[in-house]
């Protein structure tokens, strides 16, 4: 069993040897569980929905989150749990925020035939609500008689994914920030969530690493 919080990786897993040659290097172990964090899709301005793009981004969600090798030989696990930052009544200059990140999960929700579970801003905790959340969700996959790793996919406000990660118990730092103009990008966490009920926080996290969605928008598809 690994202990303490493993070194940041950056790129895609390092294949493993042999009879693990299948198996990512952050390979969860029992009781663990992966969360994958990203952004929503594209957008044409600060508050509207997704534009052309980011619609397509989507609707590519169920083929890279399949547990299938990308590109690159990473693999994203498929979700058992989908999870969505919800703006509520979130105004800019009088205009209400689109729903960008249930919007970014709708594909897959209605693929794999599973409910988009929105946590609000306007919660005072939202942070800390989220990554409760999302640790009992992994917990009950965990638990569970159901084939396949405990998965969680969570579509977040760039800008609230520091909180949210802390929360997570990864430490200040230890992630890049998020630059604006990327929207592909993915962080990829292997949790205890049982560490996170005993309030274990050095025990929490088992691995980290920041990964790619490997997706690009076709020539006609608007940028």
Known sequence: MRGGLVPLLLGAAIAAEASDALLPSNAAEAGEGYVYIVRH??????????????????VAFPSIFDGN??????????????????????????HKDCERCVETLMPISQTLGLPIQQVAKTTAHMANDAASLIMRLIGEQASSSAT?????????NHHQIDALTEALRVAPGQLPSWPD?????????????HAFTASDNRNVLASLTVSSEEWHPSSETER
């Not at 396949?148 to 977040?156: D, S």
């Not at 103009?181 to 969530?193: A, H």
């Open 41 to 58: 899709g594209e957008k044409s301005h600060w508050w509207a929905c997704l534009n052309t793009t980011g619609m397509a981004r989507a």
């Open 69 to 94: 090798p990308r590109p690159s030989g990473e693999r994203f696990y498929t979700p058992r749990a989908l999870v969505a930052y919800f703006y509520g009544d979130d105004y800019h200059d009088g």
């Open 148 to 156: 396949g790793p405990p998965v969680v996919l969570v579509a977040w």
């Open 181 to 193: 103009t990327d929207f592909g990008m993915v962080f990829q966490l292997v949790v205890r969530p």
